[in-house]
């Protein structure tokens, strides 16, 4: 099945991020402090931050075609 914009959004750990981008994990907690992604994408539960995947890759622009 393919994604939709309705569909559920998927939640990523900042290390998951930084693995898919080729970056450290500093360097993504340092850009959600900078505000680089859209406050609405970042959830912290359990004092892990977790990014909405693909707002988080529009942010850089870098989402999926």
């Known amino acids: 099945l393919s994604h939709t914009a309705m569909s559920d959004p ?3 750990t900042t290390t ?3 693995d898919l981008l080729q ?3 500093k360097t993504i907690v340092r850009w959600v402090r900078e ?3 859209p406050p609405d994408s970042v959830i912290k539960v359990s004092n892990i931050l977790r ?3 693909e707002k988080a890759l529009a942010a850089l622009n870098l989402a999926e075609a």
């Open 35 to 37: 505000g680089k992604f």
């Open 23 to 25: 970056l450290k994990r």
């Open 10 to 12: 998927v939640f990523v």
């Open 16 to 18: 998951e991020l930084a």
């Open 51 to 53: 990014l909405d995947r």
